[in-house]
């Protein structure tokens, strides 16, 4: 790894080829935002707007504090929460006011480009030919499933939407996906950088390599602990195909793993211990299966990675990769890397599917040896070339052959974010009168009053009021079923029994948001409730403070 020579050129297509892919991904958000009503306003997240708010509402009390409480959830809670990435936005935030908004194209860019760079050295790694490189290179970035098969279903057949999801919408895996609204994943996808430490401590038999890649590893699990698994369960998987190739106990590089680990476990040590004796974090810990996303069986993997996975798996099987002889480090290293993820996807935790975060780059890597060495040569005797050298038409050929394979479905989730968002609705945009009435509460609320709301707007009121809601998150909102069955039943307009107002008293809710999603969801008589108090009306938007009984 130490001679990698990436010439001028390729350092210009790399960079090339990234603005490229942060360009087309930023369509989307200039859209939303430049198209948006006057009555609208974008909130600033492409997708999954739960977590994304979950995330700003960390970076919002980061700026004032080093561990932070739950505000997603009503039940008072000690600050005991600490994540990098946030804490580090939330710093910046303070000096350049750059917004949540900004904060997600600050992700995308330093994010999305740093894992565009670390994907090409780690292809440059593996192969001297810069044609290798670059399509592997192209493939990792712009790759994706066999998804559209569902797309093309759900139009044929009329289906209200397509059948298997999860083979279209997951984005860890997938770069491009990553860079259109999960850039938090490949920010978190660094990690591979250490990596670089492990390999050159092997090589030059030095443990100061070591040492930097422990720190490393301890700065990225800080920002995303479970990576540390991928970490550690890579590292394993080359010391096992090192120790059968070569037949002989691997001391070194057994010493290189133990510094790695014992350097790099505190941020994991502290999750554990974080979920193990606080009772809160235990519960939302216990909450993390509803989301109900989980890694798909093998049969949808194999949908969901696609061409890909496919190329690579023929790769090791027919490019005979699993005979460990005359394998070099590096070709075992990416084996390994391949190979323990397909343990890595199925453990049995809630959180199994993070971990084919990353898992593009072996796979891509993979995925072009097969294509070029196997797929060209095939190419070539079919055409009958001279001496059996594909001519450089030819591999361009195939390689816009491949990259036409692996990118419809990025596509089609690129197309989907405009059809998405032309609508103009929730979760993506909230009313003006929405937006003003949580500044309202900003500025003439306290941080631990507790609001209760529509899940809708819930989600958001952490972050962009600073206050505790009663229902925002399906894992972080304690008991989340129960909140949600009592918010449903709260806002259809009944009077209350004892045992509501009870309930409400318990969690000292403070005030009542009534907006066009609450009211659309019952007959809300405010005259029916008479513990309620008018504090802000503006448009279809009132605030209702919560005043107890004696």
Same mark, same amino acid.
């Given at each position: 790894m130490n001679n990698i020579k990436i010439e001028r050129k390729e350092q210009f297509f790399v960079a090339l080829t990234a603005l490229l892919a942060l360009a087309i991904t930023a369509l989307p958000y200039l859209f939303a935002e430049k198209f948006a009503p006057e009555s609208k306003v974008f909130m600033g997240i492409m997708l999954d707007v739960p977590d994304h708010a979950q995330y700003f509402s960390w970076m919002r009390d980061f700026?004032?504090? !080093?561990?932070?409480? @739950?505000? &997603?959830?009503?039940?008072?809670?000690?600050?005991?929460?600490?994540? /990098?990435?946030?804490?580090? !936005?939330?710093?910046? @935030?303070? &000096?350049?006011?750059?917004?949540?908004?900004?904060?997600?194209?600050? /992700?995308?860019?330093?994010?999305?480009?740093?894992?565009?760079?670390?994907s090409y050295y780690c292809a440059s790694a593996y192969f001297t030919d810069p044609y290798k490189r670059k399509l592997s290179f192209l493939v990792i970035s712009f790759g994706s499933g066999l998804g559209w098969i569902w797309v093309i279903d759900k139009y044929l057949n009329g289906l209200a939407d397509i059948r298997f999801p999860f083979d279209v919408f997951i984005a860890e895996g997938n770069t491009f996906l990553g860079l259109l609204g999960y850039p938090h994943f490949l920010a978190a996808a660094l990690y591979v950088s250490v990596f670089w430490f492990f390999m050159q401590a092997w090589k030059q038999k030095k443990l100061r390599f070591a040492v930097w890649g422990g720190l490393l590893g301890q700065f990225w699990g800080w920002q995303h602990a479970y990576d540390l698994w991928i970490i550690y369960a890579v590292m394993g998987a080359f010391f096992l195909l090192l120790w059968l190739r070569d037949n002989k106990f691997p001391f070194f590089l057994f010493k290189i793993i133990l510094v790695v680990g014992f350097l790099s476990f505190p941020p994991g040590l502290y999750s554990f211990l974080l979920t193990a004796l606080d009772p809160l974090w235990n519960r939302i810990l216990a909450q993390f299966a509803n989301a109900g996303v989980f890694t798909p069986s093998p049969p949808h993997l194999l949908i969901l990675m696609g061409i890909p996975l496919i190329l690579a798996l023929l790769q090791v099987l027919v490019g005979r990769m699993y005979d460990l002889k005359g394998k070099s480090d590096l070709q075992l290293f990416v084996l390994g890397w391949f190979l323990i993820s397909f343990v890595l996807i199925y453990l049995p935790v809630d959180y199994q599917i993070h971990m084919l975060n990353g898992w593009q780059i072996p796979v891509g890597i993979l995925a072009v040896e097969f294509w070029v060495e196997t797929m060209t040569l095939w190419l070539t005797n079919r055409l009958r070339v001279v001496n059996k050298k594909p001519f450089p038409r030819h591999q361009i050929l195939m390689g816009v052959i491949l990259i036409l394979l692996v990118v419809p479905t990025n596509l089609y989730l690129l197309a989907w974010r405009f059809i998405d968002l032309q609508r103009f609705s929730y979760p993506y945009y909230l009313e003006k009168a929405e937006v003003d009435a949580l500044k309202w509460l900003e500025q003439n609320s306290s941080g631990d009053d507790v609001v209760i709301s529509s899940l809708t707007i819930g989600q958001y009121i952490p972050a962009w009021s600073g206050n505790k809601a009663f229902l925002a998150h399906w894992a972080q909102t304690v008991d989340y079923f129960e909140k949600e069955e009592f918010v449903r039943l709260f806002f259809q307009g009944n009077p209350l029994t004892p045992s509501q107002k009870e309930y409400l008293n318990s969690f000292s809710v403070d005030y009542v948001f009534l907006g066009p999603v609450e009211k659309s969801m019952g007959n809300f008589n405010v005259s029916a409730i008479p513990e309620l108090q008018e504090v802000y009306r503006q448009g279809n938007v009132q605030i209702f403070q919560w005043r107890e009984n004696d």
């Open positions: 700026q004032e504090q !080093l561990l932070v409480e @739950n505000k &997603l959830t009503p039940e008072v809670n000690a600050p005991v929460f600490f994540n /990098l990435l946030w804490w580090s !936005l939330g710093q910046l @935030n303070s &000096l350049f006011q750059f917004g949540y908004s900004g904060a997600i194209q600050i /992700l995308r860019i330093f994010g999305g480009l740093g894992f565009m760079a670390v």
